[in-house]
């Protein structure tokens, strides 16, 4: 079975919430965290990261002074298990986005559903998590898991940040529903294409149609359904020389993707 614990974050001396994860990369959880709810900006300079395990507890300190006492107040309760929250300003962030036009090709699809689907992970292993992977082409860079989608989205916001790596090329893969908050996390840290193999809600759709993000589910095997953002794909697979996922496959991985 998987485990779950508290993790409490601080951004410099302010407690901003408490999340339910795995506990495993505390860092990237946190920066990723801040940074996806606009408390940390994209050119602040960390002064140091400090976690307690003991205390289940990782401060995020910054040269930039703080105060977001305001902001708290304002939450909304999301779809993501393990209860996620984001803050109300960021619904506003997605006017006006411009993502990069980045092809997504279809050969790459196919390659990263099968190598995705293939890896030994804790989703494969025990259900009741989810995985989120940042990949650039037909090539998988990081792949994080959590409880929660919310977290390992964060996880790898927080990787990008904390290793200076690039969006504009990037691809994002995740084993939950394409939803609203995954849509609007996915536009905030600049990715162009949206992957799943489950589904969608129709608030997710009409954010991604709204930002331009290439919006693709049900990603299984040789088919896939694009709904948003489907001028970034090249269509350069034959699906008919493409496998179809086995039972098995299918089986282990319907365990948590329409969690």
Known sequence: ?????????YLNSQEIVTVMTIGDRPDELAVGYLLNQNMLRPDDRLTGIDYDDDLEVVVVRTERATNYEEKLKKKIRTSGCAVGTVFGDLMEKIEGVVLPGTEVHTAWLYALSK???TTPSLYLEAGAIHGCVLCQGDRPLVYM???GRHNAV????????LNRVSADDKLFYTTGR???EMVIKTVQMGIPALVSRSGFTA????????????LIGRMKGKRFVVLAGEQRLVWDADPARVEDEDSRSRRKASVTEDA
């Open 1 to 9: 079975m998987v485990n779950e614990r508290p993790l409490t974050i």
């Open 115 to 117: 190598r995705i689907n």
């Open 145 to 147: 898991e959590d409880v």
């Open 154 to 161: 964060d996880k790898i916001a927080g990787w990008m940040f």
């Open 178 to 180: 394409l939803t609203s």
């Open 203 to 214: 608030w997710g759709v009409d954010l991604a149609r709204q930002a331009g993000l290439t």
